[in-house]
């Protein structure tokens, strides 16, 4: 998963990052103005966007108006410190997904983040299964018939992004753009790495393969019976 | 407080004068109709004496009167010839006392009042002073009861109060009519304003109250107060909310670096760094307290009239700053002229306004670069003190919001030095508690220079007899 955060106070926009780097494993990016922020969400995919209200250059408001006047359906999570009836059913009427008051609770952020994402993706529950493979988004763990299985975090990432797509072919280009943030050099075989050690542990002892290789489209994680 | 009513204050004067002068027409009315009654009874007095003394009768030598009953019963007179001898009437004589023929005027008789007259010494008509030498000439009395004429005299005066009064009363319910009338455009105006509150300002003086010469400039008033009023509201609200933004994010800075240390076990080194980190955070929360609080109690203060010399605030100044200058790298310079000058102002709080604006130029600088300080005299017996930095000058839209508070020119350097966009504004309100102005002036790409214009005052003298 990847996230972008547009706040203009470095230090919070680090502990943010922080905290959601340390604990949901997500790569992140930070703008500190609005018109840096419009121009990364506009260039990257991201899986959820932070978006401060105040902001240099270009407005929260007016970022979030853009976006969603391109179409852009990233789900918003806003931080504000105006804390008034009116302006949240203004926030949440153009286009916010929903919305967090100065100064919030980081475990709250985290989880109403991760929430946010995983409902846009269409899970209910942070517990993705794919026959008997199970991922728990909030502790971090993949189980195959019960057994908790050891994964890397890199590894942690990518499965939970192909699980997280329910059972839909993704791209290389697309898992690259969303387990990186805008700093990392993008390399197509790092991911066959990762591919190949996830296999190893969750696809062994003769079970049936869950994890499969779309020539020239990509990668998949599905059931064996369908 | 007793309330008073302007209508019924008006209604009550306006009476009390409609009164005064209807009295007044009233008593003048009165005495005149009262002399024209007088006047014209005198003048039938002086017809009966007439008829009286046409009926004189000269018989060798005895005057009486030819025929006494051309007097009217009820009527009194005397005849007497200048010798003293009472010619008529014939009864008794002593009906009529010496008072009433000193002082025909007004007199009682029997209970009734009279009014009469006396001729004195008229002589006879000339055919009856032929035929006689008798003594010539006659005095005659004459009076008339005025029981008719003083009882149409009460009603007449009974008739006018009466008119008067109803004439008052009609006058009083036309004039709370009109009074009512005439304030309409002043109720509607007070409708208006009492619409307004807080949160809506709108305000629009009705065209009946526009078009009144006497509430016109009631309305230009009120509209003026209420766009000044909306103004500074709208001034004290953005400040309200940018506190609160300010204020919130600090909490939340510091928060969030608390609650990353509190989740999973760290090392110890990453625990010290931690809370080196929510002491950096917290510093700079008390920072901003520390400024919000110095703004509000500049901006209560109330204007100073202390005298200082310049150089002990520009030295305290910059000897605070020295340390922040040499970080970046950035020379404070500072130009000699007028430095003993006497100025108005607080020396603590000049300093304070020094250091905020120097801080500010310094921030601006580049690297290797000078903050000039220059002292000029101007017209008028001030001082302009000049803080110029080399940095990239300011943008024209954000050059009249420069000293407002809470704003930022350049945002993403600002939060990265940690300002909070308060340094300027503390500085234009300490200026102006002491009496003096200041103003940005820039060239984009050339720097910026902060113009303080302080007033030149006389030394004081202090007790020691030391100068201060």
Known sequence: ?226 | MKQTSIRRRILIWFLLLQGVVAVCALFGGLLYARRQQLKAFDAELRGRMSTVLSQIENQNGQLSLSNPDVVPSGHLFLVRSSGGKIIAPNGPKDIISDSALHRPDSFTYQGKHYRGAVWRSIPLPEEELEKQDASATVDIFYAMPTALLDSRFRELIIAAATVIVAFLILSALMTWWAIAKGLAPLNDLAERASEMDADSWRFEVPAQATATTELAPLGNALTQLITRLKAAFDRERRFVSDAGHELKTAVAIQKSTLQLLERGVLSVSAYKQGIERALEDTNRTEKLVTSMLRLASSESGRTSQSVSVLIDSLTAAVADLSTMAEKLDVRIVVNNDHLQSHVIGDVDELAMVWRNVLENALQHSPAEGEVRVDVQSARGGVLDVCIADAGPGIAAEDLPHIFERFYRADHSRARKTGGFGLGLAIAKSLVERNRGSIEMRTTLGRGACVVVRLTIAAPKISVNGSVH
């Open chain 1, 1 to 226: 998963m990847r996230v972008l955060i547009v706040e203009d106070e470095e230090r919070l926009a680090r502990n943010i990052e922080e905290g959601i780097a340390k604990v949901a494993g997500f790569a992140v990016d930070i703008a500190h103005d609005g018109e840096d922020g419009l121009h990364l969400a506009m260039s990257n995919e991201y899986d959820a966007i932070l978006l401060d209200l105040m902001l240099p250059q270009l407005s929260g408001k007016a970022l979030l108006a853009s976006l969603r006047r391109a179409g852009r359906k990233t789900p918003v999570l806003v931080l504000t410190a105006v804390e008034d009836k009116k302006s949240t059913v203004e926030l949440l009427n153009a286009g916010a997904d929903d919305y967090l008051s100065k100064p919030f609770d980081l475990g709250e952020l985290l989880a109403r983040l991760k929430a946010l994402i995983r409902r846009s993706q269409g899970h209910a529950t942070p517990r993705f299964t794919t026959a008997d493979l199970e991922l728990d988004m909030n502790t971090r763990t993949v189980r195959r018939k019960g057994a908790v299985i050891d994964v890397t975090p890199m590894e942690y990432r990518v499965l939970e992004y192909l699980m997280a797509r329910s059972e839909a072919v993704v791209s290389k280009t697309e898992l690259l753009e969303h387990l990186y943030d805008y700093n990392w050099e993008k390399f197509s075989n790092v991911l066959e790495v990762f591919i190949s050690g996830l296999r190893r542990k969750i696809d062994r002892d003769g079970w049936p393969k869950l994890i499969h290789t779309v020539r020239g489209h990509g990668y998949v994680v599905r059931g064996h019976k369908r």
